[in-house]
């Protein structure tokens, strides 16, 4: 059955600091990969999505996710964290069909 | 920039009552989706809506559950009867496809408290 998995509920960083939120996804074929994130009391914003093509994905707000098949993996990047990245980030995928399987989500917090 | 509206944001009832929760989909979409995010859990899909019909539904979505879309811009989740377990934010998304290059855009969440 279709899944993903986060890993990490709880991550912590400076402000300034690099970020990496892991991300692994089971599926038959390459799924369609998708990061969301939600700040408190907003819904769900699209960071950025992979389809197919150039494994490396440029999202909004200066994020990036790298598809690695070999790993079964979409981690979420971004060089230098502001305080403003503070939210909760999901990882999700889709198959065959529009249903979304979304991953428990890290909660991101940045520290001044 | 075009967005997904939902009403109420907080929407509270008794146990066995009936909700209607609304959600305005992006004006040009076709595909319509519910989720629900049970507090501290992962969000769920619960069924797609596609020419006035369901395309999916997933275990959650049993007969207490119904969708509509009874005007050209609403598309409405009514829980019939709800229950305890019911509680929880309930997103509605649009999407102006289907398939390989579908991207769903999410409201802002309608958070269902049943007391």
């Known amino acids: 059955a279709q899944s993903v998995t986060q890993p990490d509920i709880h991550i912590t960083v400076s402000e300034g600091a690099s970020l990496e939120l892991r991300c692994n996804y089971s599926y038959g074929a390459t799924p369609y990969l998708f990061w969301y994130v939600q700040s408190p009391g907003q819904g769900l914003q699209l960071l950025l999505k992979?389809?197919?093509?150039?494994?490396l994905v440029q999202g909004i707000k200066g994020f990036e996710a790298e598809f690695k098949r070999s790993q079964s993996s979409f981690n979420l990047r971004k060089p230098s964290v502001h305080w403003s990245d503070a939210a909760e980030y999901f990882c999700?995928?889709?198959?065959?069909?529009?249903?979304?399987?979304f991953g428990t989500g890290t909660r991101l917090q940045v520290f001044p | 920039e075009p967005e997904v509206t939902q009403t109420p944001s907080h929407q509270v009832t008794q146990m066995g009552q009936e909700v209607i929760l609304r959600c305005v989909p992006i004006s040009n979409h076709l595909y319509f989706y519910w989720y629900r995010q049970i507090l501290g859990q992962k969000v769920e899909f619960l069924v797609s809506f596609y020419n006035n019909e369901i395309s999916e539904k997933s275990e959650i979505f049993d007969d207490q559950f119904s969708v509509e879309r009874p005007d050209g811009s609403n598309f409405t989740l009514k829980i019939r009867s709800t229950k305890l377990e019911d509680s929880a934010m309930y997103f509605c998304a649009s999407s102006a496809n289907s398939g390989s290059y579908n991207e769903q855009f999410f409201g802002p969440g309608t958070r269902l408290t049943v007391l």
């Open positions: 999700a995928s889709k198959g065959n069909t529009d249903k979304l399987i």
């Open positions: 992979y389809f197919s093509g150039d494994t």
